[in-house]
């Protein structure tokens, strides 16, 4: 946001009597405001936003008396990436409004294989926000299940890339006419199946290694080589496909694409991550807290989660039990600490 688009957005913020959905006024005289981090997760988790530090929203957004905008732009800097899980990389700017200095914070959405974006002191369970309107509202647990259930799932360039690969080397010859490409989704993968097996000197063994590389429809991977999509081409760099899937698969930590080749059909599989991540029971609050914090001691589980000691205490032994929780220290220690193994 520059100087221009500030005094766009003030104006409408006037207009309306109060923030909106894409900017967030905060005063900010003598500290940053503590709930600062939950607007930014908010932001990063939605389709993000804008915050401006230095304007009094009680005063008609006028700016504010003895506000220091050096030293609240790194107390915001440094939150941003202490204070977040993943570290929110905001742009921060100091400019100029009706003759004084305001901070003002742009937040991107961050990609959806990096949500949620939550609080560390407050753990992903309770320290997950979504804008709303002009206010930030916490994520559900439903919605943060859905957004961890999206990690286990291909991405669209690695679909993208194995429907471009099954139309673009099917067999197209009169015998395998009426015989369509096939996408299937089932609960643990997505199967992709072609027409005809794999063509030339490639096998399923090589048919992912550097330098490996036959076409059967050659007129057909030109024409798809030089038609533009999204800044590129629909298919680009020959023989590098299923190196573009194995890196896609494997942001969601998700296993390399299984093949089978048969005489009459070559098939391809995106297996489902089985390690879904879930936090439908107290228990995952707990080691979703540690994962954030780690190591961390049950008196900062309690304070952070807003749990009694003694329950917090008690299922920390059984997560440890279960090997989901490893202790550092003695059992007996007042300062053992806890980390996931």
Do not use: W
């Not at 905060?26 to 936003?49: D, L």
């Not at 006028?62 to 905008?69: G, H, I, Q, T, W």
Request: aromatic content about 6%; charged content about 25%.
């Amino acid at each position: 946001m520059d100087a221009k688009e500030l005094k766009t957005a003030i104006r409408q913020l006037k207009s309306s009597c109060t923030d909106n959905q894409s900017v967030e006024v905060r005063e900010s005289v003598g500290k940053m405001p503590s709930s600062i981090a939950e607007t930014i997760s908010a932001f990063a988790n939605g389709s993000g936003g804008a915050i401006v530090l230095g304007l009094s929203e009680k005063n008609g957004f006028e700016p504010a008396e003895r506000f220091k905008a050096h030293r609240i732009a790194d107390a915001l800097s440094q939150a941003c990436s202490d204070k977040l899980t993943p570290p929110a990389r905001a742009s921060i700017d100091i400019l100029e409004y009706d003759g004084a200095n305001v901070v003002v914070v742009t937040i991107d959405e961050i990609p959806l294989r990096d949500k949620p974006c939550f609080v560390k002191s407050k753990g992903m369970c309770q320290g997950s926000f979504i804008r709303s309107f002009d206010g930030d509202r916490k994520l559900s647990p439903y919605e943060i299940n859905r957004l961890l259930e999206d990690k286990t799932q291909p991405s669209p360039a690695a679909v993208r890339e194995a429907v471009c690969n099954a139309l673009m080397h099917r067999d197209y010859s009169e015998l395998a006419r009426g015989t369509q490409v096939q996408v299937n989704l089932y609960d643990n993968r997505l199967e992709f199946l072609s027409p005809g097996g794999l063509y030339g000197t490639v096998t399923a063994a090589t048919v992912a290694s550097a330098g490996y590389s036959s076409t059967r429809n050659q007129y057909l991977a030109d024409i798809l080589e030089s038609t533009p999509y999204e800044g590129g081409f629909v298919a680009e760099n020959r023989g590098a496909g299923f190196k573009l899937m194995g890196i896609e698969l494997g942001r969601n930590r998700m296993e390399a694409p299984v093949v089978r080749d048969l005489v009459a059909m070559f098939s391809l599989e995106f297996h489902r991550r089985t390690d879904q991540p879930s936090i439908g029971s107290a228990y995952d609050e707990i080691v979703s807290f540690v994962s954030a914090n780690e190591p961390c001691g049950a008196g900062e589980i309690s304070a952070g989660l807003n749990i009694p000691r003694s329950t917090v205490t008690y299922r920390l032994k059984k997560l440890v039990g279960e090997k989901r929780l490893e202790r550092i220290g003695t059992e007996r220690s007042r300062n053992q600490k806890y980390r996931l193994p």
